[in-house]
């Protein structure tokens, strides 16, 4: 038999490696919804049903998860996070159920990713590990409001979608022990977001935990941002990123010592 040509056989071999590639198995992502605190009823039931058709449009992921106490027990289990690439916390409030927290930071900082939305950092008050993690803890808020979000890496998944700025009415948490020097900055406001007063008020970053990638945003109180386009391709982007199907900056911007805090 005549041997092929060596153009042929690099075509075959590209071939090879694509087919192989839209085989790979999706990642598996654990939604966490438990709540021990305030409950965002609506907003949970509608991200549940918008992660699951977005993990069947995508088809790279698929989503499984823990509702209550029961389910966390079983599911979050050192033994039984093996079998997950990432988890979401959707909303979550107050001392989760965790069966070994230690274990759990330990899984994320091995390679896996996590994902916050809204109040994830409202959770776990008392736990210094977890608040270090996610990267700021729930402060406070005033009432709902229309805020202009200005976007400060349009390369990145989560923020590719929203352009150089964006309008937004949410409930806009603020935050205590955020450092803008370990955290990469995706989107924030530049003045408050009640008074109107000048000041860095961050709202969504990322950051390496060990090996495993962090992707937080402070949207998604009310049902209808959920349910808004421009919100899940920004969620599904920083879901992508933190399961390593993307790829994008983690790396702190550059700021002065003096801002670090703001």
């Given at each position: ?32 919804t ?29 989503v499984?998860?823990?509702?209550n ?47 916050g ?35 400060m ?19 806009i ?18 003045r ?34 959920w ?35 703001r």
């Open positions: 038999m005549a041997s092929l040509p060596r153009r042929t056989l690099s075509l075959l071999a590209l071939l090879l490696l694509t087919a192989a590639a839209f085989a790979a198995p999706p990642k598996k992502l654990l939604v966490v438990v709540t021990k605190g305030f409950r965002h009823g609506d907003s949970i039931e509608v991200g549940e049903k918008i992660l699951a058709e977005m993990a069947a449009r995508d088809r790279s992921f698929v499984d998860y823990v509702r106490d029961e389910e966390m027990a079983q599911k979050m289990t050192p033994a039984a996070l093996k079998g997950y690439d990432g988890v979401l916390f959707l909303n979550t409030t107050g001392d989760l159920p965790l069966p070994d927290r230690d274990a759990f930071m330990k899984w994320i900082e091995a390679g896996r990713g996590f994902v939305t809204h109040s994830a950092t409202d959770t776990f008050h008392g736990y210094p590990p977890y608040l270090d993690m996610i990267g700021a803890e729930f402060k406070t808020h005033g009432a709902q409001s229309e805020v202009n979000c200005l976007v890496d349009r390369k990145h998944p989560a923020t590719k979608p929203l352009g150089a700025s964006f309008k937004v009415f949410d409930e948490y603020q935050f205590q022990r955020y450092d803008r020097t370990k955290f990469r900055d995706l989107f924030s406001l530049d408050h977001p009640n008074e109107g007063t000048p000041g860095y008020y961050p709202l969504s970053w990322c950051r390496m935990q060990g090996k495993g990638r962090v992707f937080y945003t402070a949207l998604g109180h009310r049902p209808d941002v349910q808004s386009a421009w919100y899940q391709a920004h969620l599904l982007g920083g879901i992508r990123w933190a399961l390593g199907l993307e790829r994008g900056d983690a790396r702190p911007q550059t700021v002065s010592v003096n801002s670090a805090a």
